[in-house]
C-alpha cells in the first residue's frame, strides 16, 4: 500500500493552521471576515482545480448532492474555527477538528459501510473521547478566563467537532459511490457552490448593516486592500484543497479505521509544535494530558 499520498496529506493539513491563525490576528474576527475568508479561500481552490482539471467538470446528481453538503458544513467549520481561536489556543481547535474528522467517518464506516472495529479500537475511541474532557478543564491565559467566554469556546469546538467530521463523511461517502466524479470534479463543485453561498451570506449581512448605496462604494482601492489577505488565505486553500484531495485519493484503498487515526495523530502532534513556535502557544498541563490521550487512543485504533 502506498502511503506517499497520506504522508503529504498529514503535513499540508498541519500546514493549513499557520494561515488560518494569521488571517484570525489580522481581521476583526467578525462574521463578515469569516465569511470572507471562505469565499476567498473557494475562489483560490476554484481555480487551483479547474487549471489541473484542464477547464473541464463533470456533474452527476449523487456528486452535487454531496458537495452541497460538504460546501455547508465546510462554510460553518471555517467560521467555528476562526471564532474559537479567538477565544482559545490553535492546538484546541485542531485536536477538536481532527477527532471529529476521525471519529464520526470511523462510525460511518462501521455503522454503514461494515468496515470491521474490534475491542481495542473501541477502546482508542473511549481515550480520545476523554481528551474532550481535559480540553474542558484546561485553563486559557488569564484574559480568556471568563466564564461566557469559555462556555461559548467549548461550544464552538464542539460546532468544529461536528463539522469536520461531517466533511469526513461526506469525503468517505464520495470516495466509495459508484455514480460520483473524479476528485478534482468534486472539490470543484464544492468550491463553486461554497462561493455562491458565502457571496449571498455576505451581500444580506451588507444589506442588514448598511444601506444599499453603500454596495456602490466599492473601489479598486478598497479590494487591493484585501489582497494580503488574499494571499494568506491562499496560503491557507494550498494547504487545504491539495490536502484534501490526496485524502480522497486514499480513502479509495484505505478502510476509514486506518486512515483517519494516521491523519488525526500526525497532524495533532504537528499543529502543537506549529502553534508553540510560531504563535507561542505553550500547551497547559491539562492540554497536555489530553493530546496523550488523543495519541493514545489513536494508537489503540491503528
Known sequence: MNYTPLGISCL????????????????DNSLKSSLRMTVFDSIWLSVIFLVANGFSLRLTPLSVLLATGYSA??????????????????VNVSLFMLTGGLILPVLYGVVILWESLNIQQGIGILMIMLSFFCSALSREPRERQDDSNKIRCLLLYITVFVCNGMISVI????????????????LIIAALLRLVIGLVLLVIINIKKQPVKHLHN?????????????????????????????????????????QFPII??????LTALISWAIYKEKPTFYE??????TLFGIVLMI
Open 12 to 27: 499540508l493539513f498541519s500546514m493549513q493552521f499557520i494561515f488560518s491563525k494569521w488571517y484570525q490576528l489580522r481581521t
Open 73 to 90: 458544513f465546510a462554510i460553518i467549520c471555517i467560521v467555528a474555527s476562526l471564532f474559537a481561536m479567538r477565544y482559545g489556543k490553535v
Open 171 to 186: 469525503t468517505k461517502a464520495h470516495s466509495v459511490g459508484k455514480e460520483t466524479v473524479p476528485e478534482q470534479d468534486f
Open 218 to 258: 466599492i473601489t479598486p482601492a478598497r479590494m487591493l486592500n484585501k489582497l494580503p489577505l488574499f494571499l494568506i488565505v491562499g496560503g491557507y486553500t494550498l494547504c487545504n484543497g491539495v490536502a484534501n484531495f490526496f485524502s480522497l485519493i486514499t480513502a479509495k484503498t484505505m478502510d476509514s479505521s486506518v
Open 264 to 269: 488525526s495523530a500526525t497532524v495533532v502532534l
Open 288 to 293: 497536555m494530558i489530553g493530546m496523550a490521550f
